[in-house]
């Protein structure tokens, strides 16, 4: 008896010593799993930009769930079916709330939306559901600094009061879209918002004359993204490294993260743990970058415009 007891105890303590590694592991396939979607990302934006007059990515949504103006996703509706396969691959598998997100959801994304399709979803309901930012976030116009992309995300706002004030706000109150076939929630459209550039004005553009990473004034507006405007950003346009460094420093799409604070969802607002984000770049690159280590995943000096990223993270994506 006292033999199977201390055999018992062993296999306790050897099972403790072993989950946190299996628990890592699983975390690590996952985080790959994820790096391997947003590379398949890259690419159907790549084939979209490529036959797009300008080369232009796409805008970000029109739908923003429970009229947030701040969220910052793809409008998929230009993407899928053609360029946008499988819809899968706008989820990372490490996300613990994506089935949160549009309530009971009980099936992956992409059968959710298919599973609309079939039922006989109208085209607004499913422009709605390929709206939903659920993992990622999309920055759609060019930014370098964690400044300009706190900027970009808060300028989203200031041009959806001002697309209010003029009357080209459209709202679809959730019964509605209910009948349409979409979950039972508000969904509200902003006029040009996420369609064109961001103008250096300071009615659009919220960091207007504010103070940029380096301590360099801000830029005046933001272009949205298109291919070969990296050139602007270097100064050696003959030099290939030169161009490559350009690429490679916009980033594109990332996981979602915020301040690990409760009121902001603490640790859930993570797609990883240990807290980071893969982030897709420019140049079709994927990099995991850890939680405050650099931009696009780390607030900027506080005497900079980006010193609060981490609160207005919070907003651009998620299930809240």
């Known amino acids: 008896m006292v033999e199977l007891i201390v055999v018992v105890a062993i296999i306790a303590i050897l099972g403790a010593l072993l989950l946190p590694s299996l628990s890592r592991s699983r975390e690590a396939a996952k985080r790959a799993s994820c790096q391997a979607n947003l590379r398949q990302l890259g690419l159907v934006l790549s084939m979209y930009a490529d036959e797009e007059p300008g080369n232009m990515y796409p805008p970000t949504q029109k739908w923003h769930l429970n009229g947030t103006p701040t969220l910052s996703w793809l409008r998929g509706s230009v993407l899928y079916p053609e360029y946008l396969t499988a819809v899968n691959i706008t989820i990372c598998p490490s996300d613990s709330r994506a089935r949160e997100f549009i309530g009971s959801l009980d099936l992956d994304f992409g059968s959710y939306v298919d599973d609309a399709i079939d039922a006989g979803a109208t085209s607004l309901c499913v422009d709605a559901l390929l709206s939903l930012g659920v993992s990622y976030t999309y920055i759609s116009h060019v930014t370098i600094s964690s400044s300009q992309l706190k900027d970009i995300i808060r300028s989203r706002f200031l041009i959806a009061i001002d697309e209010s004030i003029r009357g080209n706000a459209e709202y679809v109150e959730a019964a509605e879209m209910q009948n349409q076939g979409c979950p039972r929630k508000q969904f509200v459209a902003y006029g040009w918002l996420g369609e064109r550039d961001i103008p250096g004005d300071p009615t ?117």
Request: glycine fraction near 12%; charge should be negative.
């Open 204 to 320: 659009y553009q919220a960091g207007f004359g504010k103070v940029d990473d380096d301590g360099s004034p801000m830029p005046k507006g933001y272009p949205r993204l298109r291919q070969g405007l990296e050139r602007f950003l270097i100064t050696d346009i003959n030099s290939p490294a030169a161009r490559a460094a350009g690429e490679s420093s916009i980033p594109v799409v990332l996981d979602t993260w915020a301040a690990n604070t409760p009121v902001l969802g603490g640790t859930a607002r993570f797609n990883h743990i240990p807290g980071g984000s893969n982030v897709l770049y420019l140049d079709g690159h994927v990099d995991f970058v850890t939680l405050g280590s650099r931009f696009p995943v780390a607030n900027s000096a506080a005497s900079t415009y980006g010193s609060d990223l981490a609160y207005v993270m919070a907003s651009v994506s998620g299930t809240d």
